[in-house]
């Protein structure tokens, strides 16, 4: 019996690790991370893909302007990961290599392709839409945090681990973190010290993600999904009706919305311990409210906090995690992050953020942190510092705060 033909979307991209798919599609792209044996981490070639695809479909710009809607009928960019996650983030190794040994001087245009790259996933598509499964790290967070809807799954694990190899939550972190948990920016800083994360139900827990669905529905959904929208959508050029529909759509489909989550953030354990300990004075006073924490301190009492011997471990654990990472990036992020509550665009922020990454990309903790946890793999990174009091405060917030 002879077999139907079928046609197959057509891939425009030019690096093999990006897929871009387009024809027969009719009302969308779908950009696809295809780098599964290193969880999609991102190199400089895919931000370069990913930045010129996305400017050939619909140019360059902010969408905030109300000027720059773009007659292309293709109003939506589908955005997924291939493999056992989305992506891993950058791929420090290369950054390594290409500028720790190979003592690259164009750390600027590296930088350039990242923002790039973030800054077109976040103002090109009229519509964006990005699932998320499994790893959802670094500056794959940034890149996708301000997709118009976003899809998570039971496997999800959200986190930004920098710290870990001496460097700052970059992405646009700073911003995301301090704004996007509605009355929890704590939450935001805690995660970005410590490199702690958010896994499966709690990114609807705190709006992180827009819609939730259980792993089974999730292994169809971008084809459930790609078939609503090809049948559904096209001919539609009103943006804010094409995003109705799609959120109708999921709303039926998936399991759980922001909207109507039942998932409560004060629920989330430890979180009114995370919201004493972890505030925006000074990165000292967290070090010192942990011991409180600890020590069960008469603080706490005057702030009707009971302990018990889960939050003490919390509070360990906490400290531990803390004391493990670059004294000099805990200062940088902490800073960072209490800038970042302060602004009002994200966009901003954003070209704020950019103007320090060139200079700290060349922080000896930065590779040191890389080689011990990636290279090496001694796990026993030497910091330049051995703790935030051995630190010239002042002269490293000048170092890479003064421009501001």
């Known amino acids: 019996e002879k077999e139907t033909s079928q046609t197959l979307p057509e891939n425009i991209s ?3 690790r990006v897929v871009v798919l387009d ?3 009719k009302s969308m792209y779908q950009l696809i991370l295809n780098n599964p044996k290193k969880i999609n981490c991102l190199d400089y070639e895919m931000y ?3 930045f010129d695809s996305l400017t050939s479909f619909y140019g360059s710009h902010s969408k905030a302007d109300k000027k720059t809607s773009t007659d292309n009928p293709k109003r939506i960019v589908l955005i997924r990961g291939e493999g056992r996650g989305f992506c891993s983030g950058g791929n420090l190794k290369s950054t390594y290599e290409e500028v720790y040994l190979k003592k690259c001087k164009n750390i600027v245009e590296l930088t350039e392709h990242e923002y790039r790259s973030l800054k077109a996933c976040r103002n090109s598509p009229p519509v964006s839409i990005t699932l998320w499964h499994g790893a959802v790290l670094g500056f794959a967070v940034g890149f996708t945090f301000y997709s118009d809807i976003k899809v998570s ?3 999800v694990f959200f986190s930004m681990p920098e710290t ?3 460097y700052f939550t970059d992405g646009g972190a700073g911003y995301f973190f301090t ?3 509605g009355d929890y920016p704590e939450l935001g800083l805690y995660m970005a010290l410590t490199s702690e994360r958010l896994e499966g139900k709690d990114l609807i827990r705190f709006g992180v993600s827009d819609f939730h669905c259980s792993q089974e529905k999730y292994s169809v959904i971008h084809e459930k999904l790609t078939d609503y929208i090809e049948k559904n959508l096209y001919g539609i050029s009103d943006d804010v009706v094409i995003k109705s529909k799609i959120r109708d759509y999921l709303e039926d489909y998936c399991d759980y919305s922001k909207e109507k989550s039942p998932f409560k953030p004060e629920d989330f354990p430890f979180i009114a311990f995370i919201q004493y300990v972890f505030q925006f004075d000074s990165i000292l006073e967290v070090f010192k409210r942990i011991e409180n924490v600890i020590n069960d301190s008469e603080d706490l009492k005057t702030r009707d906090l ?3 011997d889960s939050v003490v471990e919390w509070a360990k654990k906490a400290k531990k995690l803390l004391n493990e990472r670059s004294p000099r990036a805990l200062i940088t992020v902490f800073e960072l992050l209490k800038r970042g509550k302060t602004y009002d665009s994200a966009e901003a922020f ?4 950019q103007s320090i990454v060139p200079s700290y990309m060349l922080e000896e903790d930065f590779y040191e942190g890389i080689r011990a946890l990636l290279v090496d793999k001694d796990n026993n990174p030497k910091w330049k510092n051995k703790s935030i009091h051995e630190v010239d405060y002042e002269a490293l917030v000048k170092k890479y705060f003064s421009q501001e």
């Open 153 to 155: 799954t039971d496997t």
């Open 350 to 353: 954003l070209d704020f953020e």
């Open 164 to 166: 870990k190899v001496g």
């Open 306 to 308: 009971v302990t018990d």
């Open 48 to 50: 370069k893909e990913i």
């Open 179 to 181: 704004h996007s948990f």
């Open 14 to 16: 030019k690096c093999e």
């Open 23 to 25: 024809k027969p599609y």
